[in-house]
Every structure is written in structure tokens, then in C-alpha cells.
DNA sequence: CGATTCCCCTGATAGC
DNA sequence: TGCTATCAGGGGAATC
């Protein structure tokens, strides 16, 4: 599913290679994905060229040369943003199509989405600032280790939720937090406050650890992800604990366990990971 | 403030 | 083999 490394890998393609178009059409065949309405995001964007994209939290933005629009993009799980030629084949469950124009150059870029939940969102500076500023810092850009010690201590509720939550820390999702908290040895229900401070430092660096060697990999393919191209990433050839619930751990030859923490699906240690 | 549940959706998988 | 029930999951809303 899309995270920080997988969204950011699909942003830096899609702003290498669509800078500079102009938006000259816009398709979709599931209303409920266009925001506020399929009509007033066509109204808004045609015309209008893109200047490049961003990145906030596991947002994908489109900024544009002119105006005070932008696009709010999420892939939730099953997203994928597809750099396109208008003759290449179909890609299954694509939703969404921008037809892209820079001189005599077209392209298309595909918003495909399995299970329907991301979304094309149009907003203008106020909302995005408002959206934007309710997301934590960026593990890997802003986040100071004061701050991340700061929010810890202030939270008794278990560990992985407090990675996962959107709010305190922006991009951190079940896959990277999973094998976070497994390279820093601590269990994912851990109450926050609780943990040392030598911990807290290891999960610091374990939380960039993790992010970064994701986006070397060009993110994880183990479910949908594909990146602008199509291409899968590798970083689940390399995932520490995620989804290793059949398998035994690396560090220590245990059994893995799978269990539930805030309803999301949670892989551990018992003998590396100790309460 | 936090915990819990529901919802959105559809392919994969388990169970019969 | 083939059908049906269950599950997964990001994030927002509603409820306690």
C-alpha cells in the first residue's frame, strides 16, 4: 500500500516527467472519487499547467503555473498514478484519466484504484494550508528527534498506533511501522510514555531507517503498488517482519506473531520484541 | 482525551 | 469443483 516511500517514488517520476504539460481533458467513470464533483474538477483544471508535485504525508499534490488550485491526491491501499501514452492498452481499474498536452507531446496519466477509496480532491491555497497543517512532521524531512520524544511521552497508547496516526507523524504506514518497531526491538503495543529514552533514539533512527531503505527500493509491491511506470518496487523482497507471520525471525530463529493493534494487522517478535 | 465500531470496496482466500 | 462467507485496510465519522 502506498506510503511515504511509494508515494514519494511516484512523486518524483510524475514531476520529472509531467512538469510542464497542460491538462487538456479529464475522464472518470466513479463520481464518488472526484471532489467536490467530477464537473467542478474538470471546470477548474483544464487549462491549466502543471507546474510540478509534491508530497505531504502519503498526499500526492499538483500544483499548476497559475491560479490558486491545486489538487489533492490519495491513493489510500489500492492507488496507482500511471504515466501513460493515449495508444498504450488499458490498465485495469483505472477511474481517473488526465489527457496531458506540451506541444505536439501527449500523454495520459492514470488514476487507477482498485477498491475506489483514494481520491482527486480540487482545493485552493486556504483549504490545502488547512489540510496540509493538521498532518504531523515528515519523518525523513522536519522531524526533530525532540519532537518525536515529546509526542511519545505525551501519549499512553500503544507505540504502533502513535506511528500510524497521520496527525503526529505524516507517511508512516502499517508496513514501515511494523519493521520499524521490529529493528528497534520494542513490541507494538508498548504504551509510548513507557519506553526508555535509549529506545526511543534506536525507533528514531529505526523509523528513518526503514523509510529510506523503502524508498531505495522504490517502495513495496506486496500487495498493488506499482510505481508511475508500472514497475513494482523491491522492498518487499526485504521486509524484516511485515507479513512474516509463517516464518521465524531473523534476529532470533522465534516464531513471528501476528496479532491485531488498533484493528490493523501487526507482526512482531515475542522473544526480540518484549513488552 | 482515547477506545471502539462502522463504512467505503473488491479480489483473494478459507471453509464447506 | 464450485459456491459463499470472511478478511484486509487508510482514514474519516459517529458514539460512548
Known sequence: ??????????????????????????????????????????????????????????????????????????????????????????????????????????????????????????????????????????????????????????KKIAIKKILLDQSLFAGIGNIYANDALFLAKIHPETIAKDISKKKMRVLFKSVEEVLKKGLAYRGASDDSYLDAFGIKGKYQEHFLIYRKDKTFCPRCNTKIKRIKVGGRGTFYCPSCQKK
Open 1 to 154: 500500500m502506498p506510503e511515504l516511500p511509494e508515494v514519494e517514488t511516484i512523486r518524483f517520476d510524475l514531476d520529472r516527467y509531467l512538469s510542464g504539460y497542460t491538462i487538456t481533458d479529464l475522464w472518470n467513470d466513479t463520481p464518488k472519487m472526484m471532489r467536490p464533483s467530477y464537473e467542478e474538477v474538470r471546470d477548474l483544471i483544464i487549462g491549466l499547467q502543471i507546474k510540478g508535485f509534491r508530497r505531504r504525508g502519503k498526499n500526492l499534490i499538483v500544483e499548476f503555473t497559475k491560479g490558486k488550485i491545486s489538487l489533492l491526491i490519495h491513493l489510500k491501499m489500492t492507488g496507482r498514478m500511471l504515466i501513460r501514452e493515449k495508444k498504450d492498452p488499458e490498465d485495469r481499474w483505472t477511474h481517473v484519466v488526465f489527457s496531458l498536452k506540451k506541444g505536439e507531446e501527449e500523454k495520459e496519466l492514470r488514476f487507477a484504484n482498485q477498491r475506489k477509496f483514494g481520491y482527486v480532491r480540487a482545493v485552493n491555497t486556504q483549504e490545502l494550508e488547512e489540510i496540509i497543517s493538521k498532518l504531523g512532521p515528515e519523518p525523513l524531512d522536519d522531524l526533530t528527534y525532540e519532537v518525536f520524544e515529546k509526542t511519545l511521552l505525551s
